[in-house]
């Protein structure tokens, strides 16, 4: 049985848990849920999903808790949505601890401040997909040597999702939606880097 993992740091974290638990059902994997606070726990985990929520926050915990350190010993296989976008990242606008798993640049709140949050139809994975950006970032920039880099989406003019191996990074809150899509992806990918 495989173990996906949603780190529950701060942020959006039992929406992510539910969502994931639903998309598990949909595909009749033999995969179990569970929350996760600390390193020891992290790395009992084939895949781990990092919320969104105040990337500064979840990223000094990160690092003092040694859970970027087990998440690269093992390769594990993340999937980060907003502020987890930004920790995939390897640069940001801003001085903060990073995980740097993916080869991208991220510009937090490209879209602007809460009050700007909005929702729009975008399409992802061939369907169309209910996008929900509360702060949101947008990718500034990509390794565009790196074969294993996968654009996954785009808005306005803006990359919004990407896939590096396993890793995916999308900047909007699939969790705030009832669609499955996404976290059904992550667990397939997670299931193939796992055979
Ligand atoms: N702007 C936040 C950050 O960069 C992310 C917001 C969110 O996750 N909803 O940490």
Known sequence: MLKIGILNLQGAVSEHYTITEKAVENLKADV??????YAKDVE??????ISGGESTVIGKLIHERGIDKVIKENKIPVFGTCA?????SK???F?????????????????GRQKDSFEAPIEILGQE??????????LKSYDKSKE???VLSEYDGEIIAIKQGSNIAISFHPELTQDTLIHEYFIKEV?????
């Not at 009992?44 to 999903?49: E, L, N, S, V």
């Not at 997909?129 to 947008?138: E, N, Q, S």
Request: glycine share 8%; net charge negative; hydrophobic share 40%.
């Open 191 to 195: 299931m193939k880097n796992k055979n």
């Open 91 to 93: 640069k940001t606008d």
């Open 32 to 37: 179990e849920v569970e929350s996760v606070r």
């Open 84 to 88: 987890g976008m930004v920790l995939l």
């Open 44 to 49: 009992t985990c084939d895949g781990i999903i």
């Open 129 to 138: 997909y209910l996008g929900v950006f509360i702060r949101a970032p947008a």
């Open 95 to 111: 001085d903060q601890p990073l995980m740097g798993l993916m080869d991208i640049e991220v510009k937090r709140n490209t879209y």
């Open 148 to 150: 294993d880099i996968e």
